[in-house]
T-cell receptor, first 116, second 112 residues
Framework: NAGVMQNPRHLVRRRGQEARLRCSPMKGHSHVYWYRQLPEEGLKFMVYLQKENIIDESGMPKERFSAEFPKEGPSILRIQQVVRGDSAAYFC??????????????FGPGTRLTVL | GENVEQHPSTLSVQEGDSAVIKCTYSDSASNYFPWYKQELGKRPQLIIDIRSNVGEKKDQRIAVTLNKTAKHFSLHITETQPEDSAVYFCAAGSGSARQLTFGSGTQLTVLP
């Protein structure tokens, strides 16, 4: 059973370009979460999705950031017109379906975005 | 929303000694408290978690305690080893909200 997968692992973009980060959850997991980690800081929640639905996007900036989790394929975090302040590690996590209070989250290896 | 505070930010112990990291949370609705270990450049890995219906949980050298009244929980690592050196994050979440709110992390260094 493969763990959470993210790609690319490293992404370099110039200011103004678009960044697309992909996340495939663990098999059997239907909940996906995106977190951002700045150097030497903690993980900040961005968005929580289930298949075809955004459940909670309270941590995601209103401008330039969007996320989706289509019926088929990986979840995608999209950052338009990137700025230097977007440079960070972006981690995806997944958890099992609801029920029984099981909300353990398992993290992917992260995508390290560098904006030049 | 939830606010999680974690102390200390750095902790150095001698190999074989115990390490304790403490966290407080603000939302009384939180009922799930995981701890993650993150090595440099790696993903956070779940090492232990506790739910609000128990006060203590142990797994080999690692234990977590929870005081719901005071809204704080702690991670205890006994007989520390150099490979325990990493950043440890506490987090709090609720069954309904599901998202986790993380503490700011503790850099643990185990000195040989």
């Amino acid at each position: 059973n493969a763990g959470v997968m993210q790609n690319p692992r490293h992404l370099v973009r110039r200011r103004g370009q678009e960044a697309r980060l992909r996340c495939s959850p663990m098999k059997g997991h239907s909940h996906v979460y995106w977190y951002r980690q700045l150097p030497e800081e903690g993980l900040k929640f961005m968005v929580y999705l289930q298949k075809e639905n955004i459940i909670d996007e309270s941590g995601m900036p209103k401008e330039r950031f969007s996320a989706e989790f289509p019926k088929e394929g990986p979840s995608i975090l999209r950052i338009q017109q990137v700025v230097r302040g977007d440079s960070a590690a972006y981690f995806c996590a997944s958890s099992p379906p609801s029920g029984g209070g099981r909300n353990e989250q398992f993290f992917g290896p992260g995508t390290r975005l560098t904006v030049l | 929303g939830e606010n999680v505070e974690q102390h200390p930010s750095t902790l150095s112990v001698q190999e074989g000694d115990s390490a304790v990291i403490k966290c407080t949370y603000s939302d009384s609705a939180s009922n799930y408290f995981p701890w993650y270990k993150q090595e440099l450049g790696k993903r956070p890995q779940l090492i232990i978690d506790i739910r609000s219906n128990v006060g203590e949980k142990k797994d080999q050298r690692i234990a977590v305690t929870l005081n719901k009244t005071a809204k704080h929980f702690s991670l205890h690592i006994t007989e520390t080893q150099p490979e325990d050196s990493a950043v440890y994050f506490c987090a709090a979440g609720s069954g309904s909200a599901r998202q986790l709110t993380f503490g700011s992390g503790t850099q643990l260094t185990v000195l040989p």
